[in-house]
């Protein structure tokens, strides 16, 4: 049997795995900014009933809020005809109450007691993934290690599957941007119905639509009239006709009204003498209702006056994600039920929180069912970024929003503490994703830039290289664009994205961004620097993978030399060298400089790191490969055992690390011709690797072609032929005729047919 090398994503800001072999490199990735506080998500862990699940930011309801019946008729008609899954469009201009519509529905269902009500904001791709993910978390379906795309598909699996026995469940896409990313993750069959709101007209092309207009005159004036004091309904109709009966202008105009005590006519004034072009700059007047802009922007001013710190708080509001902002994430990450939170943090909390609870009532800001999420609608938040840009303060709000997520940041932990984080690094991903639509079309921030690419670490720390790859490969476009191609942090990008290919196991594409990052580096910062000395690893470890040592192994020991004598020798980079320059010694099957060298690195980082430190787990791994290697299993299984249970207990059973081990160990016992305890191994590895790298991953075809050389072992062909031709068939789709897992997966297969 051939083992395979296969990669894993980035456990760390100083690891990379490289299993088949056993070996773990450790592959540098620069511009992690973390601390060690794990940041979790209010609202994430909501308790509810055995009965009920329900999920998302559901909008809570308004002040004034005016249900409308024959529209939610309508919509029921619509969602509940009979069939699979049956999908509705709620459609309409902007402001008119699409997503209050959805809302109604949802809390009517809700009320009837349907087993499972899921919000899920639909704007991007990203979104939608990620919602679906949270429904899976509820549904007990995302495993410990899933990432979000594996997650989703579980969740529209089980929509998929629900039977139509009993009530059904509701899922809404709320503002859908395009039709095709909604529809792709619309469940196929099955009982549950799902709703879609928004503004393109393309979803009536599909689906059957509920078109949502504005008010009638009776509803506005039942809006109106509802304060206390204004029993005025030709007054109220008049200052209807004013705003065009549009719901959420007359939201704004009845909250303003209740606070400043003032008559409709008294308001009609304000908003005719209302100065609009004192505050919008010319041509944005037109994207905005008649009235409309007046009614928000007379709230803004009023708000600004009477509520200390409204204005700022509202500029913030207006550049963050439309889809709602954790009310955690702005007390800068803290939370006020935190018995050891400093009183000056506290206070800071509190004060926060009667911000947002004053802006509520100018009904300028909402917030989710449960109250952990802030909502601000988009034509609210519209009309004040105008403001903002025409006053020339649309940069500072951007950078105010900057640094509130650079604290975010600070406190999400990298490697493999992240997979505990994760709802706080699609927090993150969410509200930097919002600013940089904001910023694309200029120059966007390098600040802004720096998040996107800690971004980018914690997706590879989670394995979800796809979405990883794709935000690299931006931030390296952009940050070449606004910083030039050798600035330190487009060097940073360039290495960081050709590690991401790396773990994908894409050497074509990682090797040449390799080689010019280290040029460009040696060139702009000095052989002796340690991002340089970082790039030097990993093109190494890079030429390791694609088995060219005569490269490799020169390159490790002039960083392992440099290393020593800049860092020292207990530095966990000078470690991390000393372990890969063994992993290439070990990949040369130069037995007699690798073991050694492994054992001098587990001692020493031991002694420094501690038995239980991820990257001591990684070299103890690495020598139990190494004595494998070398024909010792009596050394070898004893230590791969320790390992694993010691990866089962700090990283869990699905960490990518953790079933890197447990291959490596089946591949030892597969050597110790005990395959009774290495073929449940293997089998155990694959499902995961396939759950939660995807069936394409590396990784997963390795563990396909281990599994298969069992059988072979074993004399099983009829499970070891077919598994063999559906491997290489996958591999030459996946990596070509030529990568080194394809040729290897070839030999195989033919000596299995001699």
Known sequence: MTTLPSSSGPSGPASNSVVGTGVVNDLIQIGHVAGNVTVTQGGSER?????????????????????????????????????????????????????????SYAWACQAAGWPVVAWISAETPDQIVTGLAGLAHRLGLRDADDDAATAARKAKAWLSARSTDGLPGLVVFDNAAQVTPVAAWCPATGSVRVLITSRNREFRQRYAAVEVTVFTPEQAIALLVGQPGLDDPASARDLAHDLGHLPLALAQAAALIARRGLTFAAYRRLLAAFPLADHL?????SAYPDGTAQAILLSVEYAERTIEGAGEMLRMLAVLSPAGV?????????????????????????AAQEVLAALADTSLIGFSEDGTTVVMHRLVQRAIRDRAAR?????????????LLETWNARIPGGAQTWAARAAVETLLEQTDALHALTALSAVPPRLLALRNSCGLYLSDLADLARAIRLFEQTLTERERVLGNDHPDT?????????????AGDLSRAIPLFEQTLTDSTWVLGGGHPDTLAFRNNLASAYQAAEDFGRAIPLFEQTLTE???????????????????ASAYQAAEDFGRAIPLFEQTLTERERILGNDHPHTLNTRNNLASAYQAAGN??????????????????????H??????????????????????????????????????????????????????????????GRAMPLYEQTLNDCKRVLGDDHQITRTVQNNLNRAKE
């Open 563 to 581: 290393r020593e004598r800049i860092l020292g020798n207990d530095h966990p980079h000078t470690l991390a060298s000393r372990n890969n320059l």
């Open 656 to 717: 990518p690390h953790t079933l890197n081990t447990r291959n490596n160990l089946a591949s030892a016992y597969q050597a110790a011709e005990d395959f009774g305890r290495a073929i449940p191994l293997y089998e155990q590895t694959l499902t995961e690797r396939g759950r939660i790298l995807g069936n394409d991953h590396p990784d997963t075809l390795a563990s396909r072609n281990h599994l298969a050389s069992a059988y072979e072992s074993t004399g099983d062909l």
């Open 47 to 103: 308790p509810v009933s055995a009965e009920q699940i329900v999920e998302g930011d559901i909008p809570a309801q308004p002040p004034g809020f005016q249900l409308r019946e024959r529209l939610l008729q309508d919509l029921h008609a619509q969602v509940g005809a009979a069939g699979a899954a049956v999908v509705s469009a709620v459609t309409g201009t902007p402001g008119v109450g699409k997503t209050m519509l959805a809302a």
């Open 281 to 285: 700059s010319p041509g944005t007047h």
């Open 633 to 654: 299993l009596g050394r070898a299984i004893p230590l791969f055992e320790q390992t694993l249970t010691e990866r089962e207990r700090i990283l869990g059973n699905d």
């Open 491 to 503: 060097l940073a990008s360039r290495n960081n994205l050709a590690s991401a290919y790396y773990s």
């Open 326 to 350: 954790p009310r955690v994430l702005l007390n800068d990450g803290a939370d006020p039920a935190d018995p050891e939170l400093p009183v000056a943090d506290l206070a800071a909390t509190i």
């Open 391 to 403: 006053d020339g303060d649309l940069p500072a709000a951007i950078d105010e929003a900057i640094t």
